[in-house]
C-alpha cells in the first residue's frame, strides 16, 4: 500500500482551495486536501515512481531487522539466490583455554597442551645458535627462503637460509618455508613458486611451504595496488604450483591481508595469521597458526624474532 509522505514538498500540497501560481498542473488539487496528504491527483504519480521499488524496499527492511536481531556479528551477503544472511562465525578455539606465560602463549584442553611454540626467521636475525633455540622450547621453525624485490622484481635467496636450513635439521628443530612474494600476475607468482621448489630439490619439510604477500609501506611498491581478483589469483597459482611440486602450501598475513582474498577460491590451503598486541587472535576464518607478536625473546637469537603458535588438531 502506498501511503502519503509527511515530508512531501509543498508543490503538491495545498492547505486551501487556491493552488500556488508555481505549482505544476498535475499536482493542482480539484477540492480541499489536508495539508498532510497529497492531492488525488499526485498519488498516481507516488505509485508510479515508488511502486516497482517497493517489494525490494520491503525485502531490504526486512534484512537489516533480521541483521539487528542476529546481532553485529551478522553479516549480510548476496548472490546468484539474492539476498541471505551468513552466520557469526564462531572461533574453533576457547579463549579460556589459551595460556600466557612469561610471553608466549599455549593452548590446552582437558589439561593436556595441544599447541606447539614456534618461531618463524630470516636473515634479520643474523647467525642462529640452533642448539640454543631447541633448548629453550621451540618446537619449529619457519624460514624464509627468499623474496621478490618490491620495486624492480628480481628474486632473491634468503642469504641465510641455507645455512638456518641446515642448523634447524641438526637440532631437530622441523621446519618449513616461506617465500615474501611482490608478484603482480600470476605468472610471475608461478615464477617465485618455481624458484622455491628447485630451491628445496626435493628436500623434506615438516611444514608448508608458505605464500606470504603483503603490501609495503614504500608508495613505489610495485604490487600495492593489485585488486583481489588479482591478488587470489596470484595466491592461487603460486599454491597450485607448489602442491604439483609435491609441497602442501599455506597463506600467510594479518586481517587485512587475508580480507583481500576470496578465500573460497582458496579453499583447502591453511592460514597463518598475524596479529599482535591481543589475549585471543580475532580473526574470522579458520587458521591454523598463530603469529602473535614480532617481539620475541628467543636463546640462541641476539634480538628480536616472531613469536607463533600452533594449534594441533
Known amino acids: ?31 480541499c486536501q489536508p495539508t498532510h496528504r497529497p492531492s488525488v491527483r499526485c498519488q498516481p504519480l507516488f505509485k508510479a515512481l515508488l511502486g516497482p521499488a517497493l517489494p525490494g524496499l520491503m525485502l531490504l527492511g526486512l534484512a537489516l531487522l ?3 536481531a542476529c546481532g553485529s556479528e551478522a553479516r549480510l551477503s548476496g548472490g546468484a539466490g539474492g539476498l541471505g544472511f551468513e552466520p557469526a562465525y564462531q572461533s574453533p578455539y576457547d579463549p579460556q583455554n589459551l595460556i600466557e606465560e612469561n610471553g608466549r602463549f599455549s593452548y590446552a584442553q582437558d589439561g593436556q597442551v595441544v599447541s606447539r611454540t614456534g618461531i618463524d626467521v630470516s636473515a634479520y636475525q643474523g647467525s642462529i ?18 623474496h621478490r624485490g618490491y620495486t624492480e622484481g628480481s628474486i632473491y635467496l634468503d642469504e641465510r637460509f641455507e645455512e638456518n636450513l641446515r642448523g634447524a635439521e641438526a637440532a631437530g628443530v622441523p621446519v618449513g618455508v616461506y617465500f615474501f ?17 628447485e630451491t628445496l630439490d626435493g628436500r623434506e ?19 600495492n595496488g593489485l585488486n583481489a581478483r588479482q591478488l587470489t589469483k596470484n595466491a592461487s597459482a603460486f599454491c597450485t604450483t607448489i602442491e604439483e611440486g609435491g ?15 576470496y578465500l573460497d577460491l582458496l579453499e583447502g590451503y591453511d592460514i597463518w595469521f598475524a596479529e599482535y598486541g591481543t589475549r585471543f ?14 617481539a620475541g625473546s628467543v636463546a640462541g637469537i641476539s634480538g628480536n624474532v616472531d613469536m607463533d603458535l600452533e594449534f594441533m588438531p
Open 1 to 31: 500500500m502506498t501511503r502519503p509522505l509527511r515530508h512531501q514538498s509543498a508543490r503538491c500540497q495545498s492547505a486551501r482551495c487556491q493552488p500556488l501560481r508555481h505549482q505544476s498542473a498535475r499536482c493542482q488539487p480539484t477540492r
Open 66 to 68: 533480521g541483521l539487528a
Open 129 to 146: 645458535d640452533w642448539e640454543a633455540v631447541a633448548a629453550d622450547g621451540i618446537d619449529f621453525a619457519i624460514l624464509r627462503l627468499g
Open 181 to 197: 612474494s611482490q608478484a603482480i600476475t600470476e605468472q610471475e607468482a608461478i615464477e617465485e613458486a618455481r624458484f622455491v621448489l
Open 205 to 223: 619439510l615438516a611444514y608448508p611451504v608458505v605464500y606470504d604477500f603483503e603490501p609495503v609501506s614504500d608508495v613505489s611498491g610495485r604490487a
Open 247 to 261: 609441497y602442501p602450501a599455506m597463506l600467510y598475513g594479518n586481517a587485512r591481508d587475508i580480507s583481500h582474498y
Open 281 to 294: 587472535p580475532t580473526g574470522k576464518f579458520d587458521f591454523t597458526i598463530w603469529q602473535y607478536t614480532n
